[in-house]
C-alpha cells in the first residue's frame, strides 16, 4: 500500500502543474483502486473522461472495476469503448475473461482468437 500511496503522491504533484493532462487522472485511478479507494478512483477517473474522453485506459480502468463487482454487463460495455478506441490484446483478452464468467464459450473463443492475433502483431512491435 505504501508503494501505490508513493505514486498517489507523485500523481497530485504532477496534476497540480498538468491538470489539463487527463493521463495523470487515470493513472492515479488506477493507483487509488489498488489502494482500496474505489470511491476516490472514480472520481479522477471520471475527471479523466471530462478532459478527455478518448482514452481507451480509461474504459478499461471501469470495466475492471464492473468486472470486480460482479457487473458484467457493465463491465462488457466499458471493454466495449476501450476497443472501439483502441484494438489492444489486453482489452480482447479481458473480454475474454467476461464472457467466461457469462457462461458464453462462443463468445469466448472469438475474443480467445482475436486476443491472440493482436498478441502475435504486438509482439512484432
Known amino acids: 500500500l505504501k508503494d501505490w500511496q508513493k505514486a498517489i503522491n507523485e500523481l497530485n504533484k504532477a496534476i497540480k502543474i498538468h491538470s489539463?493532462?487527463?493521463?495523470?487522472?487515470?493513472?492515479?485511478?488506477?493507483?487509488?483502486?489498488?489502494?482500496?479507494?474505489i470511491k476516490d478512483a472514480e472520481i479522477n477517473s471520471n475527471i479523466a473522461k471530462t478532459i478527455n474522453p478518448n482514452i481507451a485506459m480509461y474504459y478499461f480502468n471501469r470495466c475492471k472495476v464492473e468486472y470486480d463487482i460482479g457487473n458484467y454487463e457493465a463491465a462488457t460495455?466499458?471493454?466495449d469503448k476501450a476497443i472501439e478506441i483502441e484494438e489492444k490484446f489486453i482489452y480482447y483478452n479481458f473480454k475474454m475473461?467476461?464472457?467466461?464468467?457469462?457462461?458464453?464459450?462462443?463468445e469466448v473463443d472469438?475474443?480467445?482468437?482475436?486476443?491472440?492475433?493482436?498478441?502475435?502483431i504486438e509482439n512484432l512491435i
Open 110 to 120: 472469438i475474443y480467445k482468437t482475436k486476443a491472440k492475433q493482436l498478441q502475435e
Open 20 to 37: 489539463d493532462k487527463a493521463y495523470y487522472y487515470v493513472y492515479k485511478a488506477v493507483c487509488l483502486e489498488k489502494n482500496d479507494r
Open 97 to 106: 475473461r467476461i464472457f467466461l464468467k457469462l457462461n458464453n464459450p462462443k
Open 77 to 79: 460495455e466499458e471493454i
